[in-house]
């Protein structure tokens, strides 16, 4: 259901963090802006093999990142150890939501993750971001404490994969 990103998708990937930026900013969710995720950022999660998307009916319904990235993680409360993956930057298309097309990415994120032999999956989000924090307790992800970011306060979550 997913693959990893190509440079030839570069360019529908940044329209769709580009339309996402202005929805959440209509929502008041101020997670995301022209600095990041940037043209620059997205590029080189592709060209290093993290990008992956969801294609569906010829487009892009879904894209997220897989890595071990973690700056400013430290600080977590973190309970299941160092093999784990972060995933980052979980965006649905805006012509796509509210069609549970997040949770099936989120899904084969996870799944993606668990292939690699990971044992656990860390992610980060900004606390007005009602729908996504909903999202990831729905999905047994727990919380591991706080960070702060150039956006402001993010809540970390963990989650053990069986």
């Known amino acids: 259901m997913i693959r990893k990103a190509v440079l030839n ?6 329209e769709i963090y580009s339309k996402a930026i202005e929805k959440l900013k209509i929502l008041g969710i101020n997670q995301w802006d022209d600095v990041y995720p940037c043209l620059e950022t997205i590029k080189n999660d592709i060209e290093r093999g993290e990008m992956y ?7 892009i319904a879904a894209c997220g990142v897989i890595n071990k990235e973690d700056e400013g993680y430290e600080c977590g ?4 150890g160092d093999n784990y993956r972060v995933i980052h930057r ?3 298309n805006v012509d796509f939501q509210s069609m549970g097309i997040g949770k099936k990415m989120l899904q084969c994120l996870e799944d993606e993750i668990k292939n690699m032999k ?11 971001n009602k729908r996504a924090m909903d999202m990831y307790k ?6 591991a404490g706080k960070v702060e970011y150039r956006k ?10 069986k």
């Open 9 to 14: 998708d570069l360019k529908n990937i940044f």
């Open 53 to 59: 998307i969801m294609p569906l009916n010829g487009h």
């Open 77 to 80: 409360n973190w309970k299941y």
């Open 90 to 92: 979980l965006c649905v």
């Open 118 to 128: 990971f044992d656990s999956v860390r992610i980060d989000v900004l606390p007005n």
């Open 138 to 143: 729905n999905f047994g992800y727990i919380d």
């Open 152 to 161: 402001g306060m993010f809540r970390l979550y963990e989650k053990k994969l």
